[in-house]
Structures are given as structure tokens and as C-alpha cells.
């Protein structure tokens, strides 16, 4: 029998190619189908481990879901950017890969990033979520979240709906 090793930490310069990975295996999984496939490659192209290895230097947390194999996921957060909303904080990104989805990890990940934002006295945080990415907001649905906000943004000449939820 072996031993999984799972932990969540802050990222390093070193898991740039591993975080390029997963932003790129989780977005063609979560929106293959939703995002115009042209807008969608251009994402992956901009998000090169290049652009992860400064993005790792910035000042904005980042935490790898690290199976002890480098990262399976990651999570992106900090102070809430959009001031209309009753929140201090906010989750960027939360994603993993497609097959460590569906086993709690994404629970783990998450409660650890709200753990950090509460010690940041950010007790009240969104996370927005394109409407029609369904696994996504049954996932925060399921974590408590409440739809507080709902707008309309064109990505690649195609409107589509996002949604904020809540959580205190």
C-alpha cells in the first residue's frame, strides 16, 4: 500500500509548468462548448508557464493542490474587486484536474482558501462563475454559496452570463 500525499500550499516559481497544465486541461474541460473555441485557445496561449512564474511573484495569493506530484489544482484569491458587492474578498480561480474532480479535493481546496481569507478578516467573499459552466455553480451552490449577482460580459463576441455567489 502507498501513501497519497496531499497538501495545499502557496505556489512556487517551480510549479509554473505544472499550474500552465492544469489551467489548461481544467479550462478545455470546463469550457469547451461555452467559450468560442478561437477566444478559448487564445486564453491558453497567454497563459504560458511563463506568464505562471511571474503570476507566482505577484502579491495576489495562489495555492497549489499539490498530490504529491506537483499541482493538481489551484486556487487564486484575495480582496474583492468589485466594490458593488457586499464582500470583502474573493476566490479569481479555483480549478483542478478533470480527474481529481469529483473526490473532495475541490472541497478541501476551497475551505482552505476561505480559512486564509477569514484570517485576512475577509469573512464575507464571492466567487463568480459563468452560468453555464453547470458543474461549477452546482459546486459553490453546494458549498453554501448564494447568488447575489448576476452580468453579462461578451468573451470572444459571445455574451454569456455570470454569476456571483456569496458566502459569509
Not at 506537483?70 to 474578498?89: F, V
Request: charged share 30%; glycine share 10%.
Amino acid at each position: 500500500m502507498s501513501d497519497l500525499l496531499v497538501s495545499i500550499r502557496h505556489a512556487k516559481p517551480d510549479d509554473a509548468a505544472a499550474l500552465s497544465k492544469v489551467f489548461d486541461v481544467a479550462w478545455r474541460e470546463a469550457y469547451l462548448g461555452i467559450i468560442p473555441g478561437l477566444t478559448l485557445e487564445k486564453m491558453f496561449s497567454r497563459r504560458s508557464e511563463r506568464w505562471w512564474r511571474s503570476t507566482v511573484s505577484r502579491g495576489r495569493p495562489l495555492v497549489v493542490l499539490d498530490i504529491g506530484q506537483g499541482a493538481a489544482g489551484y486556487a487564486s484569491y484575495g480582496r474583492c474587486r468589485d466594490r458593488s458587492l457586499p464582500a470583502r474578498g474573493e476566490i479569481d480561480e479555483l480549478y483542478l484536474l478533470p480527474e481529481y474532480q469529483g473526490l473532495g479535493f475541490g472541497r478541501r481546496l476551497f475551505k482552505a482558501v476561505r480559512n486564509d481569507l477569514r484570517h485576512r478578516e475577509m469573512d464575507r467573499f464571492v466567487v463568480w462563475a459563468l452560468e453555464d459552466n453547470e458543474r461549477a455553480c452546482a459546486f459553490y451552490e453546494g458549498m453554501g454559496g448564494q447568488k447575489v449577482s448576476r452580468v453579462e460580459e461578451r468573451i470572444g463576441g459571445t455574451p454569456l452570463a455570470k454569476v456571483a455567489y456569496l458566502f459569509r
